[in-house]
């Protein structure tokens, strides 16, 4: 069965960098986009970005573009997410999902269980 | 400020039809974008409950039902039941962001 499996909760300070790893069995991984999203508290989910295994590429919104770095190990199934220069405001639960269609634009299939990021002095 | 607008919650009692909207504007929703839904509860991963406007993936019940028209999308619940007491979020695309948009989530209340 798709699982997807992410790496343990973080704590860490303004300015830090943080690296979320998740894990992808089940599935051919290089068949799938997988995105990347996030909660924070008393928020909406906000979309982070998208990478093509099998197309070596990722891209994410503007908001993000230079803070954010998207990368994957095909030998192991796994994407990663590291999210730079910390602040407050980046405190939010962060998601790893597969794409259900392989295009920019999808619906998210399958979700990891989410990842806890605490940004706090 | 989500694009795409929900209300912050709804109630029913068991048995009752809710129906969530979702509002978006000529860039996302009215630009012939999909909409799809997702049911979260608390501490849990989402989960896709509507995809392609209408359509549920197997396993989902026929209780939860979508529908589209001009710039604004809904999810009705019909038969309300206790478990259905979730956050609801609707998702699209904007083509003038470039990137999938999310509702701000609709907390819906079994009464």
């Known amino acids: 069965q798709v699982q997807l499996v992410q790496s343990g909760a973080e704590v860490k300070k303004p300015g830090a960098s943080v690296k979320v790893s998740c894990k992808a069995s089940g599935f051919i991984f290089t068949n799938h986009y997988m995105h990347w999203v996030r909660r924070a508290p008393g928020q909406g989910l906000e979309w982070m970005g998208i990478i093509n295994p099998g197309a070596d590429s990722t891209s994410s919104p503007q908001k993000f573009q230079d803070r954010v770095s998207m990368t994957w190990d095909t030998s192991t199934s796994t994407v990663y997410m590291e999210l730079r220069r910390l602040t407050s405001e980046d405190t939010a639960v962060y998601f790893c999902?597969?794409?259900?269609?392989?295009?920019?634009?999808?619906?998210?299939?399958?979700w990891g269980q989410g990842t806890l990021v605490t940004v706090s002095s | 400020q989500s694009v795409l607008t929900q209300p912050p919650s709804v109630s029913g009692a068991p048995g009752q039809t809710v129906t969530i909207p979702c509002t978006g504007s000529s860039s996302n929703i009215g630009a012939a974008y999909d909409v799809n839904w997702y049911q979260q509860f608390p501490g849990k991963a989402p989960q896709l409950l509507i995809f392609?406007?209408?359509h549920r993936p197997s396993g989902v019940p026929d209780r939860f039902s979508g529908s589209k028209s001009g710039t604004s999308a809904s999810l009705a619940i019909t038969g309300l039941q206790a478990e259905d007491e979730a956050e609801y979020y609707c998702h699209s695309y904007d083509s003038s962001l470039t990137t999938s948009v999310f509702g701000g989530g609709t907390k819906v209340t079994v009464l």
């Open positions: 999902a597969r794409g259900l269609w392989n295009q920019r634009f999808s619906p998210f299939d399958y």
């Open positions: 392609a406007n209408s």
